[in-house]
């Protein structure tokens, strides 16, 4: 069974950073790579950024230039680095395993969500 554990999350105040982490038990041979979801309350979960294992990352434009995604292979964790963050990031973030098809990132293993709540 593949499983994922985030941590990093807390509480910081707008423009403060957070760096989240996600370790991976096991790379299945269909996951070329990984990538980081949130979803906050009434919201639809929503991709923030991926990353393949050559380390070629995309991100949603509500967080480019604001937030990093980066990987350690030989540990198999991915990390989220987010600065300059905003109230509107609160949200739950999930860690994931899965696939590029090209450009096109599908999560096929989730971890359990770490929480990440910023203030005014």
């Known amino acids: 069974q593949v499983q994922l554990a985030e941590s990093g999350g807390g509480l910081v105040q707008a423009g403060g950073s957070l760096r989240l982490s996600c370790v991976v038990s096991?790379?299945?041979?269909?996951?070329?790579?990984m990538g980081w979801f949130r979803q906050a309350p009434g919201k639809e979960r929503e991709f923030v950024a991926g990353?393949?294992?050559?380390?070629?990352?995309t991100y949603a434009d509500s967080v480019k230039g604001r937030f990093t995604i980066s990987r350690d292979n030989a540990k198999n964790t991915v990390y989220l680095q987010m600065n300059s963050l905003k109230p509107e990031d609160t949200a739950l973030y999930y860690c994931?395993?899965?696939?590029?098809?090209?450009?096109?990132?599908?999560?096929?293993?989730w971890g359990q969500g770490t929480q990440v709540t910023v203030s005014s």
């Open positions: 994931t395993s899965g696939h590029y098809s090209g450009r096109n990132y599908e999560a096929d293993y």
């Open positions: 096991r790379r299945t041979f269909s996951s070329n790579g």
């Open positions: 990353i393949t294992w050559s380390a070629s990352s």
